[in-house]
C-alpha cells in the first residue's frame, strides 16, 4: 500500500514521519518502508532524528 504525506520541512512533520513509520512498523515489522526526500541534508537529518533521538533502527527503511 502506498501512501503519500506532503509538507513543509517542520518539527510536526518529523512527529508526524515517526509515528507513521512505527504504525507501520506495528502493522507488518517486515515490510519494508520507501521515504522520499527532497535532498541529501534532509535525509540526514531524518536518519538522526529516527535514529538518536527516536531510538528507531532503520533496518527495512529505504530513503531515497
Partial sequence: MQKIYLGNFHPDLED???KNIK???EDNP???IAVVVP???IMSRL???LTKERGM???GI???
Fill in 16 to 18: 508526524a514521519l515517526y
Fill in 23 to 25: 504504525g507501520l512498523r
Fill in 30 to 32: 517486515i515490510s519494508p
Fill in 39 to 41: 535532498s541529501s541534508g
Fill in 47 to 49: 536518519k538522526i532524528m
Fill in 57 to 59: 533502527d532503520l533496518m
Fill in 62 to 64: 529505504h530513503f531515497l
